[in-house]
């Protein structure tokens, strides 16, 4: 056993044994295109790293963690309230568990005096985050006493805080932008383009502190722990452009993204959240807020409790914090670090061109607007999945009414399409022709994508015999009925199921097929890869149009 060596294979090899498991498929199925454009590989070596970066792979992990402060992230669970008292005991007892950040989330009262007197005084006591969705909050700082506070303004416009050298009010904020269907890539190039308009003539050492960046974080963990680390790469890049070889490292303040939130399912929002948070943390952020798994229809004790404990969890539990930079030497997501790293800046320099972010918010609009329409088509073609929503979705569940927070939601079309099918039903009909076992797979799909309208269809026992199954289909009470069969067994019996198909029954077929058989009374198909959202929408539009 002493004289056992394991031999290093090379790329090459693997790249045979890859081949030779997927059995005559080629090997470019195994890159997957992200909407940022980057081709993910299926491994990623030392070598084919060293070559991505020229070498400078060292170069590039020691600016990311230059650009890092040392030490834990922040917790900033935000706080929520019906008036200044209830706001107030949330965040106080917040903090009293672990929350390190007064975070101001949305709350239904209005900053009258006796309200911003009462956060000033919590304020003066605990470092804070201030989103503002209402300016009037920032009269608060006539009601700060400590004046050395630590505390961040966090908004889309820039708001002058005089007498505070700790809080820093010149944001880079990239929030609605994410919400706008931005990719990682933009988001970036987005945060620079924000920068250099709020530079201006400012002195570049005076305006790093007072500057940090915002940040939603999506499900999509590697490229969002990428995207966190590439700002960093990218800030040190931008201020060289100002003359400064050495920059301050570089506050970038994240939150979870309600962007793949859904009111349907909502405890996988948990797990969403979680899932984003810990890549917040292995990218690097400084500040992390997670919210509510049910922040989209009202958040209550127990979930925001439950959404700061996450962070805890990570903070406490994980180790990760122990760690300065654990995602450095990953060849994965250094590699992706890398290409973030190079579209962002050429995307910048193209906003740059076009007169900055300001001038080129036209231009940045039609953009953030394509990387949307594609978003929610591949959620709609399930390519992109949200479970619970476009699959694996609980037919029965209803869709809340109440509205807490409102943002562009992938899941929305979804909700819409289950609140319209609660409201003008139909009856759904499966019938299997052929053995149980052949037909199972088609049936069960066909299942998975009604369920996600709210659709519990009849399913018929399976059958061999075609006159059985013409007969069900005769004796069909149902508005829209699909029928699940092999593609042989379809195709040579499609005649004699036409013919006895009802001319109120609207019908279709489970599969893809080469012949099209819609001229002569087929409704459609469903199958993988169809857009789900469209199918059902057209489904029920022609159901209203048989029963005019």
Do not use: C
């Amino acid at each position: 056993m002493r004289e056992v060596n394991f031999e290093k294979p090379s790329y090459e090899d693997w790249k045979v044994a890859a081949e030779s498991a997927l059995k005559g498929k080629p090997f470019e199925s195994l890159l997957t295109k992200t909407i940022e454009g980057i081709t993910l590989e299926p491994l990623y070596t030392k070598e084919t790293l060293f070559e991505k970066l020229d070498g400078k792979l060292e170069e590039q992990t020691s600016t990311i963690r230059s650009m890092k402060t040392e030490g834990a992230f922040g917790v900033a669970q935000a706080a929520y309230g019906n008036n200044i008292e209830e706001f107030v005991a949330q965040s106080e007892e917040s903090i009293k568990r672990g929350n390190e950040f007064v975070s101001i989330g949305k709350v239904n009262f209005t900053w009258t005096d006796e309200a911003l007197q009462k956060l000033g005084t919590l304020l003066s006591n605990h470092p804070f985050r201030i989103n503002v969705e209402d300016p009037a909050v920032l009269n608060v700082f006539k009601y700060i006493e400590n004046k050395n506070q630590i505390g961040y303004i966090q908004s889309d416009e820039h708001y002058t805080i005089e007498g505070f050298p700790n809080v820093r009010n010149t944001n880079a904020y990239t929030v609605d932008a994410h919400y706008n269907g931005a990719t990682s890539t933009q988001e970036l190039a987005i945060a620079l383009a924000q920068a250099a308009d709020q530079i201006k003539d400012t002195n570049f050492e005076d305006f790093e502190k007072k500057f940090f960046a915002s940040f939603a974080v999506d499900t999509h963990f590697f490229m969002a722990v990428s995207k966190i680390r590439a700002f960093r790469v990218l800030w040190k890049a931008f201020a060289k452009a100002y003359g400064i070889e050495k920059p301050q490292p570089v506050k970038i303040l994240t939150e979870t993204s309600l962007r793949s939130f859904s009111k349907l399912d909502v405890y996988v929002n948990l797990l969403r959240a979680g899932n984003e948070a810990f890549s917040a943390v292995i990218g690097g952020a400084d500040l992390v807020t997670v919210h509510p798994h049910n922040l989209l229809t009202g958040p209550t004790n127990q979930s925001v409790r439950i959404a700061r404990n996450v962070a805890l969890v990570i903070k406490e539990e994980s180790q990760v914090t122990r760690v300065f930079d654990p995602a450095g030497g990953s060849y994965f997501i250094e590699t992706l670090t890398n290409e973030l790293v190079k579209d962002a800046w050429a995307y910048f320099l193209e906003i740059q061109e076009a007169g900055g972010y300001t001038a080129a918010k036209s231009m940045i609009d039609n953009d953030l607007e394509k990387s949307w329409n594609e978003r929610i088509e591949k959620v709609q073609k399930r390519k992109t999945v949200l479970v619970g929503t476009n699959n694996y979705a609980d037919p029965t569940e209803e869709v809340p009414s109440e509205d807490f927070v409102t943002v562009n939601r992938l899941a929305e079309p979804f909700e819409n399409l289950r609140i319209a099918f609660k409201q003008h039903p139909m009856n759904v009909q499966i019938i299997p022709f052929g053995q149980l076992k052949t037909t199972k797979p088609r049936t069960d799909f066909v299942k998975g994508v009604l369920a996600t309208a709210g659709i519990e269809p009849e399913v018929t026992e399976p059958s061999t015999d075609i006159s059985n199954i013409q007969q069900t289909l005769k004796n069909s009470t149902a508005d829209y009925v699909i029928i699940s069969a092999t593609d042989d067994d379809l195709t040579e019996n499609i005649d004699a199921i036409l013919a006895a198909k009802p001319a109120t029954v609207i019908l279709d077929a489970a599969g893809k097929f080469k012949t099209d058989w819609t001229e002569r009374g087929l409704n459609g198909y469903v199958f993988a890869g169809i857009n789900i959202y469209e199918k059902l929408t057209g489904v029920q539009a022609s159901m209203k149009e048989v029963q005019r």
